[in-house]
């Protein structure tokens, strides 16, 4: 069974920074593309930034220029660096991995790891 384990949440001031994990484990045979969501109470589950296997990126408007995903292929893990930290960005945050198993294609998530931005 895949399993997605995000680590690096906390709790820290504006203007800080945080770097995010999310390790891929399980009877994975490819990645197609593993990405990172989040969601504030209340509110809906958002996209945060995406990567494909052939390392295209897309990104939210709002956090363009202050977060980097990127990915180490080798361990089947994805990073979000967060750089410019603002209260608005406070949310779970979820990793997402889109991958072909045994029992075919499906989309995975993992339980989600919470950032707390606040002064």
């Known amino acids: 069974q895949v399993q997605l384990v995000e680590s690096g949440g906390g709790l820290l001031q504006p203007g800080g920074s945080l770097r995010l994990s999310c390790v891929a484990s399980?009877?994975?045979?490819?990645?197609?593309?593993m990405g990172w969501y989040r969601q504030a109470p209340g509110k809906e589950r958002e996209l945060v930034a995406t990567?494909?296997?052939?390392?295209?990126?897309n990104y939210a408007d709002s956090v363009k220029g202050r977060f980097t995903i990127f990915r180490d292929k080798a361990k089947n893990t994805v990073y979000l660096q967060m750089t410019s930290l603002k209260p608005e960005d406070t949310a779970v945050y979820y990793c997402?991995?889109?991958?072909?198993?045994?029992?075919?294609?499906?989309?995975?998530w993992g339980q989600g790891t919470q950032v707390t931005v606040s002064s």
């Open positions: 399980g009877s994975i045979f490819s990645i197609y593309a």
């Open positions: 997402n991995a889109d991958l072909l198993t045994v029992n075919g294609y499906g989309r995975y």
């Open positions: 990567i494909t296997s052939g390392g295209s990126t």
